[in-house]
């Protein structure tokens, strides 16, 4: 049986990571195998967009785009540890930011059919299953990246956080019937978001 493909977006602090580690031992937990990644991935595209987030590289929102869209390709095509061979061998893929997050944060500065054709249409990018958007509101994401990081990366400032919440309404509008996504007050504790999560993702194994 093949794997499914879970993506779990949201904000900067939105608890994207404690709500995919809380997934990922719920979902082991009933026998289901899984593999828990994220974009940008540990590959050498990878390092150059971390750099770039971190502020070390200076890099227009083209190559910010492009970069994350070559991510993207090896991270689907990979034939070891990629999204399509890990489907194949029947193991779930849980996935920390996809190309929603591309639509979301480049697409503040680039028009959004040139990102929607690269990713969206592009034969070697998978489409998930679905997609979790974890919404807090704007000031919420705020507080918990101020209270839970010593420093901010380059799209983690306050004005910005906003535009990039506004963004992702506009891409799921535009994605509403090609794509399944569920959105989940993620201003609640832990527990109760997940579950939440748990209510969206348990009937893609019944």
């Given amino acids: 049986m093949k794997g499914r493909f879970i993506v779990v977006e949201g904000l900067d602090g939105s608890g994207k990571g404690t709500q995919t580690a809380m997934l990922m031992s719920t979902l082991t937990g009933k026998g289901i195998r899984c593999h828990l990644t994220s974009e940008p991935t540990q590959y050498a595209t990878g390092g150059l967009i971390r750099d770039a987030l971190a502020g070390l ?42 190309y929603f997050s591309s639509l979301a944060y480049q697409g503040m500065d680039i028009g959004l059919d040139w990102l929607l054709a690269a990713n969206v249409d592009c034969p070697a990018i998978l489409k998930p299953d679905l997609c979790i958007f974890l919404d807090v509101p704007a000031s919420v994401a705020d507080s918990r990246i101020e ?21 992702y309404r506009e891409v799921f509008d535009i994605l509403s019937q090609s794509c399944r996504v569920e959105i989940i007050d993620a201003s609640e504790s832990p527990e109760e978001v997940f579950k939440a999560v748990e209510k969206a993702v348990m009937p893609l194994f019944e």
């Fill in 57 to 98: 590289t200076k890099r227009t929102p083209y190559e910010m785009a492009g970069l994350f869209l070559a991510d993207r390709i090896a991270h689907c095509e990979n034939p070891n540890d990629g999204i399509k061979a890990l489907l194949s061998r029947g193991i779930t893929v849980i996935c920390d930011r996809y």
């Fill in 147 to 167: 209270s839970g990081r010593s420093s901010r990366e380059i799209f983690e400032q306050a004005e910005t956080i906003a535009r990039i919440g506004k963004k």
